[in-house]
C-alpha cells in the first residue's frame, strides 16, 4: 500500500496542472487496491469517480476557453484523458446497469454536450461511442440523446460521423415503438449528400437495402410507408423554413438531397458512380427491379387512397405524400418506370388527375381553409403529376395518338389558366416532350411560340 500510495503521490505532482482532481485520484487508487469489496461495487464507484474526474476536466477546458487562455487545459495529455475516461465509461456502462440512471443525470448530459462540441475527434468520438452504447439500452435515453445523435451525424470527423450515422439508424430509425424513428430515418436521408465518401457508401448500402432489398414477406411493416413518410418528413420541413412562401418545393431537381440520395440508391445513369459506391450488374438488375415493383404500388396506393372513405382533406394529403415520394423515385431513375406489358401505366393511371387539378384549383367551401390554402397542396400535387408523366415519356418508344391528344389539350388549358409558375413550366416542358411522338402538338407548340413572340414584339 505504501508503494502504491507514494505512485499515487507522484501522479498527483505530474498531473495537478491538468485538470484531475488530486483528491479523487487518490481515493479511486486506494478504493481500486481494496480486495474485500465486490466487483459490482468497484466498478459502480470506479464509474462515478471517473465520470466525475472526465466532467471536471471538460468543466475546467471549457472555462479556460472562455477565458481567452485556451492554452491551459488542451494538451495532448488533456485531450487524452478525457478521451480516455469517455472509452473506460463506455466499456463500464456494457458491465453496469446502474450507469443508464446516471446518464439521465443533468451533469453528465451537460458533460456529453461539452465532449461532443470538443475540438479533438478523439474525445468527439468516444462521447458518441459512450451515447450510443447508451442509446442502444434505453428507448428513453435514446429519445433523450437524439438531437445529440443527430448532431454527430454533420460531424466533420469520419470516425465520429459513421458512428453516429450507425447509431442514428439502427437504434432510432428502424424500431417501430421509437417516437422518433421517422424524423431519425429522414435525418440521415437529407445528409447522404454531404457525407464523407466512405459513410456515405455504407449509408446508401443500409438504405437501399432497407427500403428495396428487403423481402416484403420479411418487412414487419410496410416498407412503402415507412419511405413515403421519410420523403414526406425532408419535404413538409423543407416548405416550412422556405424564405419564398409563395414558392414550390417540387418539382425536385438532381440537387436535391433526396434525389441524390435515391441516385446514389440505384446507381443512376446521370450519376457518375464509382469505387465502392458502384454496384455489379446483378446487383443493379435487382435493386432495378425492386425499384418498379416500388413504384408501382406507390401507383396503386394513390389508386386506392383516391377509392377511400376517407375525408377530402385526408385524402389530398395522402395522394400527394405517394405522389411526392414518386415524384423524387423518377427524377432520380426515370428507367423505374420502364418495364411490364403496358409502357403507359403511369401516364394512364395519373392524366386524369390533370383535369381534376384545374376544374377543383380554386373550389372552397363555406367552413373550409382559404382558397390559396387549397390551390397550393393542389399545384403541388399537379407538379408531381406533371413531372411523373414526363418521366414516364423518356422510356417509352410509342405514344398513342389519343394519348397525345388528350395529353396537349389537357396541358393546354393549364398553361392558359393556372395561376402557378412551377406548373406551366412542367406543363410546357411536358407539350415539348409530346412533341417527338405528334405532329399536331408540334403544330401546337409552334403556333403558341409564334403568339408569344408576337405579343412580345
Same mark, same amino acid.
Given at each position: 500500500m505504501g508503494h502504491m500510495n507514494s505512485s499515487v503521490s507522484l501522479a498527483i505532482h505530474r498531473e495537478r496542472a491538468k485538470n484531475f482532481d488530486p483528491v479523487a485520484l487518490e481515493k479511486i487508487c486506494v478504493y481500486l487496491s481494496c480486495t474485500q469489496t465486490t466487483v459490482a461495487s468497484r466498478f459502480g464507484n470506479f464509474f462515478d469517480r471517473l465520470l466525475d474526474l472526465c466532467m471536471s476536466d471538460i468543466q475546467e477546458i471549457f472555462t479556460t476557453k472562455s477565458d481567452n487562455a485556451s492554452s491551459v487545459g488542451t494538451t495532448a495529455s488533456s485531450v487524452q484523458v478525457r478521451s480516455k475516461a469517455m472509452k473506460v465509461l463506455a466499456d463500464l456502462c456494457e458491465l453496469d446497469d446502474g450507469s443508464l440512471g446516471l446518464a439521465q443525470d443533468p451533469k453528465v448530459r451537460a458533460c456529453f454536450d461539452a465532449c461532443i462540441q470538443d475540438t479533438s475527434v478523439s474525445v468527439r468520438e468516444a462521447a458518441v461511442d459512450l451515447i450510443s452504447r447508451f442509446s442502444s439500452r434505453s428507448q428513453e435515453l435514446a429519445m433523450d440523446y437524439f438531437d445529440l445523435i443527430v448532431h454527430a451525424c454533420g460531424d466533420p470527423g469520419t470516425s465520429v460521423q459513421k458512428q453516429a450515422v450507425k447509431t442514428l439508424w439502427e437504434t432510432c430509425a428502424i424500431p417501430a415503438t421509437f417516437g422518433r424513428r421517422i424524423e431519425a430515418a429522414a435525418s440521415t436521408a437529407i445528409r447522404v449528400?454531404?457525407?464523407?465518401? &466512405?459513410?456515405?457508401?455504407?449509408?446508401?448500402? +443500409? *438504405?437501399?437495402?432497407?427500403?428495396? /432489398?428487403?423481402?416484403?414477406?420479411? !418487412? %414487419?411493416?410496410?416498407?412503402?410507408?415507412?419511405?413515403?413518410?421519410?420523403?414526406?418528413?425532408?419535404?413538409?420541413?423543407?416548405?416550412?423554413?422556405?424564405?419564398?412562401?409563395?414558392g414550390l418545393i417540387v418539382p425536385f431537381t438532381r440537387d436535391h438531397p433526396v434525389v441524390h440520395m435515391l441516385e446514389c440508391i440505384f446507381?443512376?445513369?446521370?450519376?457518375?458512380?464509382?469505387?465502392?459506391?458502384?454496384?455489379?450488374?446483378?446487383?443493379?438488375?435487382?435493386?432495378?427491379?425492386?425499384?418498379?415493383?416500388?413504384?408501382?404500388?406507390?401507383?396503386?396506393?394513390?389508386?386506392?387512397?383516391?377509392?377511400?372513405?376517407? &375525408?377530402e382533406e385526408e385524402k389530398s394529403e395522402? +395522394? *400527394?405524400?405517394?405522389?411526392?415520394? /414518386?415524384?423524387?423515385?423518377?427524377? !432520380? %431513375?426515370?428507367?423505374?418506370?420502364?418495364?411490364?406489358?403496358?409502357?403507359?401505366?403511369?401516364?394512364?393511371?395519373?392524366?386524369?388527375?390533370?383535369?381534376?387539378?384545374?376544374?377543383?384549383?380554386?373550389?372552397?367551401?363555406?367552413?373550409?381553409?382559404?382558397?390559396?390554402?387549397?390551390?397550393?397542396?393542389?399545384?403541388?400535387?399537379?407538379?408531381?403529376?406533371?413531372?411523373?408523366?414526363?418521366?414516364?415519356?423518356?422510356?417509352?418508344?410509342?405514344?398513342?395518338?389519343?394519348?397525345?391528344?388528350?395529353?396537349?389539350?389537357?396541358?393546354?388549358?393549364?398553361?392558359?389558366?393556372?395561376?402557378?409558375?412551377?406548373v406551366v413550366a412542367k406543363a410546357c416542358e411536358l407539350l415539348c416532350r409530346i412533341c417527338s411522338f405528334s405532329s399536331a402538338t408540334s403544330e401546337f407548340i409552334m403556333k403558341l411560340t409564334s403568339s408569344i413572340l408576337n405579343a412580345a414584339a
Amino acid at each position: 500500500m505504501g508503494h502504491m500510495n507514494s505512485s499515487v503521490s507522484l501522479a498527483i505532482h505530474r498531473e495537478r496542472a491538468k485538470n484531475f482532481d488530486p483528491v479523487a485520484l487518490e481515493k479511486i487508487c486506494v478504493y481500486l487496491s481494496c480486495t474485500q469489496t465486490t466487483v459490482a461495487s468497484r466498478f459502480g464507484n470506479f464509474f462515478d469517480r471517473l465520470l466525475d474526474l472526465c466532467m471536471s476536466d471538460i468543466q475546467e477546458i471549457f472555462t479556460t476557453k472562455s477565458d481567452n487562455a485556451s492554452s491551459v487545459g488542451t494538451t495532448a495529455s488533456s485531450v487524452q484523458v478525457r478521451s480516455k475516461a469517455m472509452k473506460v465509461l463506455a466499456d463500464l456502462c456494457e458491465l453496469d446497469d446502474g450507469s443508464l440512471g446516471l446518464a439521465q443525470d443533468p451533469k453528465v448530459r451537460a458533460c456529453f454536450d461539452a465532449c461532443i462540441q470538443d475540438t479533438s475527434v478523439s474525445v468527439r468520438e468516444a462521447a458518441v461511442d459512450l451515447i450510443s452504447r447508451f442509446s442502444s439500452r434505453s428507448q428513453e435515453l435514446a429519445m433523450d440523446y437524439f438531437d445529440l445523435i443527430v448532431h454527430a451525424c454533420g460531424d466533420p470527423g469520419t470516425s465520429v460521423q459513421k458512428q453516429a450515422v450507425k447509431t442514428l439508424w439502427e437504434t432510432c430509425a428502424i424500431p417501430a415503438t421509437f417516437g422518433r424513428r421517422i424524423e431519425a430515418a429522414a435525418s440521415t436521408a437529407i445528409r447522404v449528400s454531404a457525407m464523407e465518401d &466512405s459513410v456515405k457508401v455504407r449509408t446508401v448500402k +443500409i *438504405l437501399r437495402n432497407f427500403w428495396f /432489398l428487403t423481402p416484403r414477406s420479411l !418487412a %414487419e411493416e410496410s416498407l412503402t410507408e415507412h419511405f413515403c413518410e421519410t420523403v414526406w418528413t425532408i419535404f413538409e420541413e423543407q416548405k416550412r423554413s422556405r424564405v419564398s412562401k409563395n414558392g414550390l418545393i417540387v418539382p425536385f431537381t438532381r440537387d436535391h438531397p433526396v434525389v441524390h440520395m435515391l441516385e446514389c440508391i440505384f446507381n443512376a445513369s446521370t450519376l457518375d458512380c464509382s469505387g465502392q459506391m458502384k454496384m455489379n450488374a446483378t446487383e443493379k438488375a435487382s435493386t432495378l427491379k425492386s425499384g418498379r415493383a416500388f413504384c408501382r404500388q406507390l401507383v396503386d396506393s394513390v389508386l386506392h387512397a383516391e377509392a377511400s372513405a376517407l &375525408s377530402e382533406e385526408e385524402k389530398s394529403e395522402r +395522394i *400527394l405524400k405517394y405522389m411526392v415520394s /414518386l415524384h423524387a423515385l423518377l427524377v !432520380a %431513375e426515370p428507367k423505374l418506370c420502364a418495364g411490364g406489358n403496358n409502357q403507359h401505366y403511369y401516364i394512364e393511371c395519373l392524366m386524369p388527375h390533370l383535369l381534376y387539378n384545374q376544374c377543383n384549383a380554386g373550389e372552397t367551401h363555406a367552413d373550409g381553409p382559404p382558397a390559396k390554402d387549397v390551390k397550393r397542396p393542389n399545384a403541388e400535387k399537379l407538379t408531381c403529376v406533371l413531372s411523373i408523366i414526363s418521366s414516364n415519356i423518356l422510356v417509352i418508344d410509342v405514344l398513342g395518338e389519343q394519348v397525345c391528344s388528350t395529353l396537349t389539350q389537357n396541358l393546354q388549358k393549364l398553361i392558359a389558366s393556372h395561376d402557378y409558375l412551377s406548373v406551366v413550366a412542367k406543363a410546357c416542358e411536358l407539350l415539348c416532350r409530346i412533341c417527338s411522338f405528334s405532329s399536331a402538338t408540334s403544330e401546337f407548340i409552334m403556333k403558341l411560340t409564334s403568339s408569344i413572340l408576337n405579343a412580345a414584339a
